[in-house]
């Protein structure tokens, strides 16, 4: 596009796990970036995704710093037990890079495997975004909410996960949702796994599972 002169810019929605490298390119690409932090702590983000947050936050540092101009929002994902303790951390990370910097708050709509977890509130995402705004940001708001309550079963594979994740609940509760599919390697670590191409917790019709 640029050779034939257009003048379109390129938006990109990333998770931020990427080389270093790797995002200088995308910000050098893209005229608009959309960075997701899902998570702020290690035991939970690797729960999440199967891989270390440090990269993400490297990439974040980055991008306020190199890519200001470029960037659209940050944004978190708020599930319910297991992100929405992160939120205020992150939050705080964000405000030490540049309190301008937009944060949006997503409400989780279940979905895959975590079909029958419960979404937030109206009133726990308005709790979350007051919480941003102490920490520092300017420029906090939501969207969408889901409420639901957690499964039995999901809630007691979640004790017996707690050790694996150093007792951190969130994590445990992540987890559980991924243990429940099939999942074998507990902390997670999918690039590792020896089911990592063939993954059972990619399960799109979750109902099959019960």
Known sequence: MRRQGLDLGIGISTGGFATAATMARIADLCRVITLEIKAWSDPVHRALTGAPVAPVLRNAEYLAREGRDRIRVFRTVVIPGMT???????????????????????????????YYHPGPSAEEMDRLCAISREAGLE????????????????????????????????????????????????????????????????????????
């Open 84 to 114: 929405d303790s992160e939120v205020g951390a992150i939050a705080t990370f964000i405000a030490s890079l540049d309190p301008g910097i937009p944060y949006r708050l997503i409400g989780f709509r279940p979905n895959n495997v975590l």
């Open 139 to 210: 420029d906090v708001a939501w969207s969408g909410y889901y409420p639901e309550t957690v499964p039995d079963g999901i809630r007691a594979l979640a004790a017996r996960l707690a050790d694996a994740y150093g007792g951190d609940p969130a994590a445990a509760l992540t987890a559980a949702y991924a243990a429940a599919c099939g999942c074998p390697t507990h902390p997670r670590d999918c690039g590792a796994c020896p089911l990592r191409d063939n993954c059972p917790a990619t399960l799109r019709e979750p109902w099959r599972g019960r």
